[in-house]
């Protein structure tokens, strides 16, 4: 009787302590959103309504000085570019590490784990609170597959933060239009919900190890401490993730001014160019929508603009080597054709509707 009472008393400490960590988990990254994320949202919210602008489009080719060597047009992308994202990137990083550091694997697989719509449908949902880039969102996803979390569920949740971003939707009903709004979401839900289920398909279910039990438990390396578990996987993180990062983003800029076909700007052609070309470009949170502003105002036509809408937030050249340790070649090469796809369907759509 008392070794079973040991028993009990043992499994509700582990428990106890499972639930603190979560506990300590969800306050880091509730915090981390606020400050990054929900407040300054907030205020650029009410920039947008009163101005019908959220600033200028981070493509410096479009109207832009034109004499900049090709090095300085990319270095002062690079510095444009990580300005807007480095708090962001640094959470996604944290969170990352948190999610491997302190959360069980078996309770990440029980509630995400399944190849199944349900978790590909909380993973998704799960995304539209941290309105994150693809970019800052990719080390998060990449932490929840580590944890046995499904290809489905880390795939919607990494492609809704951009697709899905709640703030985004409200800046761009306000700079944009309401039918912009529209085709976004329809298109966004498409994405991040049917590529991401789909996706399961292209890889071997995932099987938990059989020693991990369906009753809650600490992380398996417990027996170092929290900060050691931490600091070892964010050292990791920081080596494999920030050089490919800065690297692929710098190259970017370098060909920015090349990328865009300005003298194919209608048809569809330009609708298809332009499809491409967003998948692969590498942009902030929200800053489709100026540069879609922007070359609507010189005579882009609507389709191509469309085009953008979707494939330029969803992913790019930088966020898919950010994910490729992660998941399969075959998985991302379906997510990446897939987003093209429907991203010329959007711009179809776009240019007989807008």
């Not at 040991?6 to 959103?33: D, N, P």
């Not at 978790?119 to 996803?141: H, K, Q, W, Y």
């Not at 603009?305 to 998941?327: E, G, K, N, Q």
Request: glycine share 6%; hydrophobic share 55%.
């Amino acid at each position: 009787m008392s070794s079973l009472k040991s028993s009990t008393a043992v499994s509700q400490e582990k428990t106890r302590k499972t639930w603190l960590l979560i506990s300590i988990f969800m306050a880091i990254t509730i915090i981390g959103l606020a400050y990054v994320k929900w407040w300054p949202y907030y205020g650029k919210a009410l920039l947008a309504a009163d101005q019908h602008s959220i600033g200028t489009s981070i493509l410096k080719g479009i109207g832009a000085d034109q004499t900049m060597s090709l090095w300085q047009s990319a270095f002062q992308f690079t510095i444009t570019y990580f300005k807007a994202v480095w708090k962001a990137a640094l959470l996604g990083m944290i969170v990352a590490t948190l999610i491997q550091a302190l959360l069980p694997v078996n309770w990440l697989h029980s509630l995400l784990g399944r190849s199944s719509l349900k978790s590909t449908l909380i993973g998704g949902v799960s995304s539209l609170p941290t309105m994150m880039c693809s970019c800052c969102a990719a080390p998060i996803a990449v932490g929840m597959h580590k944890q046995q979390v499904s290809i489905g569920a880390s795939l919607a949740f990494w492609l809704g933060n951009p697709l899905l971003n709640p703030a985004t939707l409200v800046f761009m009903s306000f700079v944009l239009s309401w039918k912009f709004t529209v085709l976004r979401v329809v298109f966004g839900l498409l994405v991040t919900f049917g590529i991401s289920f789909v996706a399961n398909r292209f890889a071997k279910t995932s099987k938990v190890n059989d020693l991990v039990s369906s009753q809650l438990s600490p992380p398996s390396n417990e027996h170092q401490s929290l900060w050691v578990r931490w600091l070892n996987s964010f050292g990791k993180m920081l080596l494999q993730v920030v050089p490919a990062y800065v690297i692929s983003v710098f190259i970017l800029g370098a060909l920015q001014n090349y990328m865009f076909p300005m003298w194919i700007n209608v048809g569809i052609i330009a609708i298809i160019l332009f499809a491409i070309i967003g998948t692969l470009f590498v942009i902030p949170t929200a800053a489709e929508i100026p540069i879609i502003q922007s070359f609507l105002s010189i005579g882009v036509n609507a389709g191509p603009a469309a085009a953008l809408l979707i494939t330029l937030p969803a992913i790019s050249l930088p966020s898919l080597l950010l994910v490729s340790r992660a998941f399969p070649p075959k998985v991302l090469t379906f997510v990446t054709l897939s987003v093209i796809i429907l991203g010329v369907l959007c711009g179809f759509v776009g240019e007989l509707w807008l």
